[in-house]
């Protein structure tokens, strides 16, 4: 049984800062404080050492509209840099995603690209500015449609891990950007809306997730937006066995109060060790779509045809196969289509050879396949029908009938030629009573 990833709060300490009237106001504001030499306070030093991220699948969009300073753009590229580095980046822990959009929209780099975070500050260090419109929607709709696909680095629904969105904007968008926003929700897509400055604060909570007061995001100038670092790493913190990487489990961890439980992605099964998974054997009668042939592959499975079939666009029904198309049968004359396979035959006056594929030709003259009445003559596959001496063919080229003499015949030779007709009369009766035997 597959089970959602759990996501507790963090430690008590975070969640009486989130619960504080000072730091829950809607939209939150953030003003300019000291920062501390040498980066990051001590304190968050501290909780990085007992707090880990949950695994995210997470995609930056940013406003690189006119209205954005090109120094402004470099403040957006530093907090996204701050934001990885308060990341548990990798393959199966957090993926990042960067979009960059104006009147059109940049997809950076996917979520299939980069697991380490040099390589992903690296790349955002050459991000350049769009300089143009503001078309927020359009940017989440590529969001959608571009970035979050199982092609793009997206991780399978079975695996339950989030799908989020920052967008961070200083000003309004110049399209329709709530009903692509409401589209994002119902995918299951969380939207957080940094506003910047001028943003327009309708429309931040327009697009964002509710509730509101935990995704609407709101400071004066891009001067400070890195001070965002410390309130995302707050939601995203999941102080957890599982989240801390201490748990044994090979697949899923599911956390359960202050311990953990394994299990396993769709198309394994947990082991009697409670900690290892084995691939289900998903052809097993009941457990596929196939509708001739499963092949188990490593917890999926694929779907084939007996031979003489195709496997239909569907990739699970099979039509058969025209087998006496050009070039896929050896028939040497005649070929047969039987439901998937086929059968040999001979064109009329050939019989089928002892190998059911070539063909020889037939005596048509051989007894009891013509219908001479006195004798075949044999023309290549066919045959006409022939007289003996002193008869004559009748009309309907069969049978025959005795030749008219000339009145100067002599009687002798009359006789002559009544014994002979006679005899080949004979002949011609005992050859048929032989045949017949």
Do not use: W
């Not at 963090?10 to 939209?27: E, F, G, I, T, Y």
């Not at 957080?192 to 309708?202: H, K, P, T």
């Amino acid at each position: 049984m597959r089970r959602s990833l759990g996501v507790p709060g963090c430690c008590l300490a975070l969640l009486l800062l989130l619960v504080l009237p000072a730091a829950r106001s809607s939209p939150h504001r953030l003003r300019r404080q000291p920062r501390p030499a040498g980066g990051f306070s001590g304190s968050r030093g501290a909780a990085d050492a007992a707090c880990k991220n949950r695994p995210l699948d997470l995609v930056f969009i940013i406003d690189s509209s006119r209205s954005v300073r090109p120094e402004e753009f470099e403040k957006v590229k530093i907090f996204l840099s701050e934001m990885i580095d308060t990341l548990d980046v990798g393959e199966r822990t957090t993926r990042v995603a960067v979009m960059n959009y104006a009147s059109t929209v940049k997809v950076e780099f996917p979520l299939r690209t980069y697991f380490d975070k040099a390589s992903m500050k690296e790349a955002i260090s050459h991000i350049e500015p769009l300089s143009a419109g503001t078309m927020t929607g359009l940017a989440i709709q590529t969001a959608m449609d571009e970035v979050f696909t199982e092609e793009m680095g997206t991780r399978p629904a079975a695996f339950n891990i989030p799908k989020v969105v920052i967008v961070v904007t200083d000003g309004r968008p110049q399209d329709q950007v709530q009903d692509v926003a409401a589209s994002a929700r119902t995918a299951g897509i969380e939207i957080y809306a940094v506003g910047v400055d001028r943003a327009d604060m309708q429309s931040l909570r327009i697009m964002a997730s509710e509730p509101l007061d935990e995704h609407v995001f709101y400071v004066e100038t891009y001067g400070v937006i890195e001070k965002l670092t410390s309130k995302f790493r707050e939601t995203f913190c999941a102080a957890n066995v599982c989240a801390l990487g201490t748990h044994d489990c090979e697949q899923i961890c599911v956390s359960s109060g202050g311990s953990y439980l394994c299990d396993c992605y769709e198309g394994y099964t947990l082991n009697p060790d409670k900690r290892t998974c084995s691939a289900v054997d998903m052809c097993a009668p009941g457990r596929h779509e196939c509708d001739q042939i499963c092949v188990s592959n490593n917890g999926s499975y694929v779907c084939e045809c007996y031979k003489g079939y195709t496997l239909n666009p569907d990739k699970k029904t099979c039509s058969a196969t025209d087998m006496c198309a050009p070039g896929k049968h050896d028939c040497a004359q005649v070929c047969l289509s039987n439901d998937g396979s086929y059968s040999c035959d001979c064109f009329e006056g050939y019989t089928l050879n002892p190998d059911k594929k070539t063909c020889s030709a037939v005596d048509m003259c051989a007894p009891g396949r013509h219908d001479c009445e006195q004798v075949c003559v044999r023309d290549d596959l066919f045959y006409t029908c022939d007289c003996y001496q002193g008869y004559t063919l009748n009309p309907d080229k069969k049978t025959c009938s005795r030749a008219i003499t000339s009145s100067l015949v002599t009687t002798e030779e009359s006789c002559k030629c009544e014994a002979i007709a006679a005899l080949q009369d004979s002949v011609t009766s005992r050859l048929e009573a032989l045949s017949t035997k």
